[in-house]
């Protein structure tokens, strides 16, 4: 079944913990973006990457690093989370750069909270 | 930013209406996508139309596309109480087709 997991689905940490948000898809897909969610906001996008080793920062990127050493993975990384970045956390692919190529394939989400 | 607006931000309908709903952006796009969120659940797709297309038809499902106004409206038909979830509009940007912007959202209630 064609999928993107995301894990952990739920985190509830404390300010200044390290955290990673790991993404994984089973569709080979060149394109892997990050999204946070929040009340009255939509999705923005925070980092994206068009391939192995090729990745671009969104709109808000700032607070979050991610990688792209393998195809199918793409993790976010929170260096030092702040209460800022409590927020409900999207990984998306698809097949290549471009709304036009084919739709996005969301992951269900990870729900974050920072204390 | 490009992030669009989507009015109405709620909407509340009895089934068998239809529904409407519109998405306006700031800069130019190649293309739309809409998406369909079951409360906090990751989106799913609903339908692509590029910035060429004026309209679009998948089932119950009509998109419109108006790049002079810059903004896009999906219609639902004959709607059902399965249809209650957020609607949202996504585009990318003229220059730079890797970067994705989505609309705030129409949450969209059917009451059966």
């Known amino acids: 079944e064609a999928q993107v997991t995301q894990n952990p689905r739920y985190l509830i940490t404390v300010t200044g913990k390290k955290l990673t948000v790991t993404c994984s898809q089973n569709?080979?897909?060149?394109?892997m973006s990050w999204y946070r969610q929040d009340p009255g906001l939509g999705l923005r996008q925070i980092y994206y990457?068009?391939?192995?080793?090729?990745?671009d920062k969104g709109d808000v990127p700032e607070g979050y690093k991610v990688s792209r050493k393998e195809k199918r993975n793409f993790p976010l990384i929170l260096e030092s989370p702040s209460p800022n970045q409590t927020s409900l956390y999207f990984c998306?692919?698809?097949?290549?750069?471009?709304?036009?190529?084919?739709?996005?394939?969301f992951g269900e989400g990870s729900r974050l909270t920072v204390l | 930013s490009q992030q669009g607006e989507e009015d109405p931000q709620a909407l509340s309908i009895q089934e068998g209406e239809n529904a409407t709903m519109n998405c306006s952006y700031k800069?130019?796009?190649?293309?739309l996508q809409w998406y369909r969120q079951n409360s906090g659940r990751g989106l799913v797709h609903l339908i692509l139309?590029?910035?060429?297309?004026r309209e679009k038809h998948s089932g119950r499902l009509r998109v419109t596309l108006d790049t002079s106004k810059k903004s896009s409206s999906l219609l639902i038909t004959a709607s059902r109480a399965a249809d209650t979830a957020s609607y949202f509009c996504?585009?990318?940007?003229?220059?730079?087709?890797?970067?994705?912007?989505f609309g705030s959202g129409t949450k969209l209630n059917v009451k059966p």
């Open positions: 998306a692919s698809t097949i290549a750069g471009g709304l036009g190529t084919g739709e996005l394939f």
């Open positions: 569709m080979n897909h060149e394109y």
């Open positions: 990457s068009m391939n192995v080793e090729v990745t």
């Open positions: 800069t130019s796009i190649n293309n």
């Open positions: 139309i590029r910035s060429n297309e």
């Open positions: 996504a585009t990318d940007a003229e220059y730079n087709f890797n970067k994705f912007y």
